[in-house]
């Protein structure tokens, strides 16, 4: 009887352990992604990807004369600094990068005459691979202006 009462607490600690790794991984991903793109957005002289008003799943800026993109390939947000440069993903492997509701993350809005916005949306889930204890996402959404 004892044992059976042990091993009921070990699975409950261990799944609250589960869930709380899974929330603050989460919660780093999103938290640094959408930091690093407001940050590129508003050193952004431009936008020049999507057109406005047309939501899309990659963000091109200028900054400082170099083209600096942003995309979602097999769930992973990747970020590049040049035409020629090297993807570097932003999100690690224990998430996967969405758009709510399979719309579109990445919107331009023209505010003329004032500059242009971004309205960034993004879903992150915990990679659970099938692990009922991992299971956990959120979403957020942010407008971030050029300066």
Avoid: C, H
């Avoid at 939501?55 to 942003?70: E, R, Y």
């Avoid at 947000?77 to 690690?92: A, H, K, P, S």
Wanted: proline share 3%; aromatic share 6%.
């Amino acid at each position: 009887m004892a044992l059976a009462v042990g091993y009921q607490l070990l699975s409950v600690v261990s799944r609250i352990r589960n869930q709380t790794e899974a929330r603050y991984e989460v919660q780093q991903n999103i938290r640094f992604a959408v930091e690093r793109i407001s940050e590129q957005v508003r050193k952004a002289s431009s936008i020049s990807a999507p057109a406005s008003g047309t939501p899309a799943n990659i963000l091109t800026l200028m900054v400082s004369g170099q083209q600096i993109d942003f995309q979602i390939v097999s769930g992973m947000l990747q970020l590049r600094e040049g035409v020629g440069g090297q993807w570097q993903n932003l999100t690690t492997d224990n998430v996967i990068v969405s758009a709510p509701g399979g719309n579109y993350i990445f919107t331009k809005i023209d505010n003329s005459p004032a500059k242009s916005t971004v309205q960034i949306k993004l879903k992150i889930d915990y990679n659970d691979l099938d692990r009922p204890d991992f299971k956990y996402g959120t979403q957020m959404q942010t407008t971030v202006s050029l300066r």
